[in-house]
């Protein structure tokens, strides 16, 4: 699959089978992941792999509790948005089926943020050390066919992620990454114009206002799908 296509398709998917997902596959992405550029090459991540049902029906729980706040808080917010109560409406499904998901994966960090004299400075450049492979890790699972979405609220509690995973104090858990073959289809996404967002040399200056550029004469080759992982994935309903 092509890597443009693979990002104009990518979405959130959390809706997925319980279906196995293949070792290899896994590592295959996370594999991919591992080719974004760290902060100084300094690679200082680790994936946890989470298969274990009581583990994951400890996740579930965290994630249940954290979204019985934030979604009635989320459905009050947006409650005459129809798109938006339809995202709400699939991260309901995944905080429900939460313990059917095959993989989790939890990218973490090891070691502390380097030191600089500016805390905003210090954090930005910590998680941007992990945030571009979990990207790669994300787009990885589209090319495989996989679905995936990238999520935090099951581990709103640090010290109970810890305990679950068994985490040394010098490793920090991220965010989590559920991965599965889809139930449905991958399709394109809907975003607002890249002339709407983008400002020149000055905040508010847009020479482009409404414009989007035709991605499909940049996309002229690329690297095919995952092969027999691709197969693998049509035949769980993943296709892209």
């Not at 293949?22 to 760290?38: F, G, N, Q, S, T």
């Not at 073959?181 to 206002?209: A, L, Q």
Request: include cysteine; aromatic fraction near 8%.
């Amino acid at each position: 699959m092509p890597l443009a296509e693979a990002m104009m398709t990518q979405r959130a998917v959390r809706k997925v089978l319980p279906d196995p997902v293949d070792d290899d596959v896994v590592l295959r992405c996370i594999e991919l992941a591992l080719r974004a550029p760290p902060g100084s090459n300094g690679q200082n991540w680790e994936f946890v792999v989470v298969r274990d049902p009581a583990k994951k029906a400890a996740f579930a729980a965290q994630y249940r509790r954290a979204w019985k706040l934030y979604g009635g808080i989320g459905r009050r917010a947006v409650r005459d948005d129809p798109s938006m109560l339809k995202v709400l409406d699939a991260v309901d499904w995944q905080v429900r089926h939460f313990e059917e998901i095959p993989v989790l994966v939890v990218p973490c960090l090891v070691g502390p943020a380097r030191f600089v004299p500016f805390p905003t400075l210090a954090q930005t450049s910590h998680y941007g050390s992990i945030f571009p492979s979990v990207q790669n890790l994300l787009l990885a699972a589209r090319a495989m066919g996989l679905g995936a979405s990238l999520i935090t609220l099951p581990l709103w509690s640090t010290t109970f992620a810890r305990r679950t995973l068994g985490l040394p104090l010098s490793v920090q858990p991220v965010c989590m990454v559920p991965l599965g073959w889809p139930r449905g289809r991958y399709g394109p996404t809907t975003r607002k114009h890249v002339g709407d967002v983008v400002h020149v040399d000055t905040w508010d200056h847009r020479p482009w206002p409404g414009r989007d550029v035709d991605i499909e004469r940049d996309v002229a080759g690329g690297e095919s799908g995952a092969g027999a992982s691709g197969a693998a994935a049509d035949s769980h309903g993943g296709a892209g």
